[in-house]
């Protein structure tokens, strides 16, 4: 009985190492020699391999390329018989059997084992988290950089106003300044308080005492926040002053230059308190009379 178990046994066996046998590529026996390496790139049905020894070599896959993974502890399990080419990503060893002896940049076949895959795995995962990093850094940095061209538009476009500003002056320099009034405003505000309101039409009521006058306002704004933010805050201080002359004070479209906006330029007192910056949030209205005409 002993002897018919031991019989049986070996023919299992037998079965067994014949069948895991039968998964070897049937070329094995005169193949050409393999080309080992690690994928470092891939651009399309081209591999670039490099390995110790080899160099750099391109290997091109053709549709009968056959593509599998070598699993088990002999290496011999092919599992599937034929895998999708998506397996073959930068970074994965392979083996490669040529076409031929004079073709031995197109793949035959192409194989990896279980563990290179894994290794390859493992490898992605660990480097997931700092490329997450990189490219949040990227994204901020592309966001810094997009935020510091807006700065320097509005510091250009304040130099812009400051130079359209000079020009305005010289132009004038025919009129003699009759009188100058500020108009304050709250923080993030271009509202007229009822004394500015006030201030405005007590300067327009002079100004119609005058020929050949002309009325100049300039808008401003603190230092606090953006280049960008206070140029436009400046624009609106100064529209505001201007509509109000022309809507409620009667004053004629051509008796008042267009507005100019100085962002955070040319402040009237520091910055670096609340009294200062109250005093620099503020429009500036000059009354001009042409000397030649204006008495």
């Known amino acids: 009985m002993d002897l018919h178990r031991s019989v049986a046994k070996a023919i299992v066996l037998t079965a067994s190492l014949a069948g895991a046998l039968a998964f070897i590529p049937a070329q094995a026996a005169d193949k050409v020699d393999e080309i080992e390496g690690v994928i470092t790139r891939r651009d399309g049905d081209t591999l670039v391999l490099r390995g110790s020894g080899l160099g750099v070599i391109n290997i091109s896959m053709t549709k009968a390329t056959t593509i599998y993974e070598l699993k088990g502890p002999l290496g011999v399990g092919i599992f599937p018989s034929r895998l999708s080419p998506d397996v073959l990503v930068p970074g994965l060893k392979v083996s490669i059997e040529p076409e031929s002896a004079t073709q031995k940049g197109v793949a035959k076949s192409i194989h990896f084992t279980t563990s290179d895959l894994e290794t390859l795995y ?28 807006i700065q320097d538009q509005a ?35 271009a509202a007229l308080s009822d004394k500015a309101k006030a201030d405005l039409k007590d300067l327009a009521a002079q100004a119609k005492n005058y020929r050949g006058y002309l009325i100049q306002v300039a808008g401003y704004a ?14 609106r201080r100064a529209a505001a002053v201007v509509a109000y002359l022309q809507q409620e004070c009667d004053v004629a479209l051509s008796r008042v ?21 109250a005093e620099n949030r503020r429009a500036t209205v000059r009354l001009g009379v042409n000397r030649g005409i204006g008495e």
């Open 122 to 149: 493992a490898i992605q995962a660990a480097l997931a988290g700092p490329q997450a990093q990189i490219q949040a850094l990227t994204q901020e940095l592309a966001a810094q950089k997009q935020h510091n061209a």
């Open 222 to 235: 603190d230092a606090v926040g953006s280049a960008s933010r206070n140029q436009v805050l400046s624009d």
């Open 257 to 277: 230059l267009a507005p100019i906006a100085m962002g955070a330029s040319n402040p009237v007192a520091a910055n670096e308190t609340a009294q200062g910056r």
């Open 155 to 189: 510091i250009a476009a304040s130099k812009d106003a400051d130079a359209a500003f000079s020009k305005r002056m010289k132009d004038l320099a025919d009129y003699d300044q009759k009188a100058e009034i500020s108009i304050l405003f709250d923080v993030n505000s």
